[in-house]
């Protein structure tokens, strides 16, 4: 059995698998207010520790206002397109130490994420090509 079809399809998969790396939690549109928020019913307190937007500017250590189960915090600037990452500190089930988390957010100038967008035109050109490949004989 010829094994290249199955090696050109393992291919094209791992190839798809790295248009994603980060995940994080939602996008928004740039330069529009962004509320970040940490759920936790059990908290008294959550802090935001850092700030870091895509530039590497990194702001630190500011409190976030509580409302019901939710703490949140307005993000001081919208303006950079990329993964803002942040990271929140709180007493989780009166954790001591306390809980400690990093998470993400990602700003595009449209407020939607453009990655399904790669995931289709990865898989069209990937099968296109296994076709062409096929028709052609220049794979098998």
Do not use: H, R
């Not at 740039?30 to 700030?51: A, D, F, G, R």
């Not at 007493?91 to 001591?96: E, F, S, T, V, Y």
């Not at 700003?107 to 967008?117: D, L, M």
Request: proline letters at 5%.
């Amino acid at each position: 059995m010829d094994k290249k079809p199955i090696l050109l399809i393992l291919c094209m998969l791992s190839l798809i698998s790295l248009t994603s790396a980060i995940d994080c939690w939602g996008e928004f549109e740039q330069n529009t207010e962004i509320v970040l928020i940490q759920k936790c019913p059990s908290c008294s307190y959550v802090n935001i520790t850092s700030i870091t937007y895509p530039d590497g500017t990194t702001f630190l250590n500011d409190e976030m206002v509580q409302t019901g189960i939710n703490f949140n915090y307005s993000l001081p600037d919208s303006s950079q397109i990329g993964i803002i990452s942040y990271g929140t500190i709180g007493d989780k089930n009166g954790a001591d130490p306390p809980y400690y988390e990093d998470l993400c957010i990602e700003i595009t100038p449209s407020g939607k994420s453009i990655s399904v967008g790669l995931y289709i035109i990865f898989i069209l050109i990937s099968f296109g090509l296994a076709i062409t490949g096929f028709t052609y004989k220049i794979i098998g």
